[in-house]
Nanobody, 125 residues
Framework: QVQLVESGGGLVQAGGSLRLFCAAS????????MGWFRQAPGKEREFVAG????????AYADSAKGRFTISRDNAKNAVYLQMSSLKPEDTAVYYC??????????????????WGQGTQVTVSS
């Protein structure tokens, strides 16, 4: 069973950048597909980006394409989300998610069975 802890959220002005970090422990990290989701107030949790166990393939929501980059370092048991050109509509709690799977892509909330506690990202206009 894997435990996930996110960090790196904060307050940033529109057009700025943030890098989110997710630290994993308790499992063989390279056996897990990883994802980032976000949930804004009053809205459903939505897929942002995902990465294959090997790091060799990635997937993005349309809202993230061209602005966000997901990456992982299996030696460090870490996954990252580099966010740039941030917009006020990116404001949400961002969650790291994992599933022990070699399948890819995993795009749905129900595809993942391990979750972090979330980190708040607020983008001011």
């Amino acid at each position: 069973q894997v435990q996930l802890v996110e960090s790196g959220g904060g307050l940033v002005q529109a057009g700025g950048s943030l890098r989110l970090f997710c630290a994993a422990s308790g499992g063989t990290f390279s056996n897990y597909a990883m994802g980032w989701f976000r949930q804004a107030p009053g809205k459903e949790r939505e897929f942002v980006a995902g990465i294959k166990w090997s790091g060799g393939s990635t997937a993005y929501a349309d809202s993230a394409k061209g602005r966000f980059t997901i990456s992982r370092d299996n030696a460090k048991n870490a996954v990252y989300l580099q966010m740039s050109s941030l917009k006020p509509e990116d404001t949400a709690v961002y969650y790291c998610a994992a599933r022990r799977s070699f399948d890819f892509p995993l795009l749905k909330r129900t595809d993942y069975n391990y979750w972090g506690q979330g980190t708040q990202v607020t983008v001011s206009s």
